[in-house]
């Protein structure tokens, strides 16, 4: 079993401010592309920005040079910190691991956190 834990979210003004942190835990071998994706009430989900093992990057359009994903290998953490929020960037934020679970070779799985709230609003 993998789990992914959010945790960060909350109620900022717009320009604020937020960093969301995702922890993956549980049996894992490794772990390769991490991201966070989020939905607002009526959309679809829609992916924000990924990074893979060695740090390669991307991001959605319309969040670019305003967040920045991260990822510490050595606690299975991804960070997503957030500037110059928007109230369209209200949405629940989820996080993605891309894991080899312990006993699988080289087999991979896509694993989901519950979600984690950010609103943006004055």
């Known amino acids: 079993q993998v789990h992914l834990v959010e945790s960060g979210g909350g109620l900022v003004q717009p320009g604020g401010s937020l960093r969301l942190s995702c922890a993956a835990s549980?049996?894992?071998?490794?772990?390769?592309?991490m991201g966070w994706y989020r939905q607002a009430p009526g959309d679809q989900r829609e992916l924000v920005a990924t990074?893979?093992?060695?740090?390669?990057?991307t991001y959605l359009d319309t969040v670019k040079g305003r967040f920045t994903i991260s990822r510490d290998n050595a606690v299975n953490t991804v960070y997503l910190q957030m500037n110059s929020l928007k109230p369209e960037d209200t949405a629940v934020y989820y996080c993605?691991?891309?894991?080899?679970?312990?006993?699988?070779?080289?087999?991979?799985?896509?694993?989901w956190g519950r979600g984690t709230q950010v609103t943006v609003s004055s």
């Open positions: 993605n691991a891309v894991v080899v679970p312990l006993g699988w070779g080289k087999l991979e799985k896509g694993f």
């Open positions: 549980g049996s894992i071998f490794s772990i390769n592309t």
């Open positions: 990074i893979t093992s060695g740090g390669i990057t």
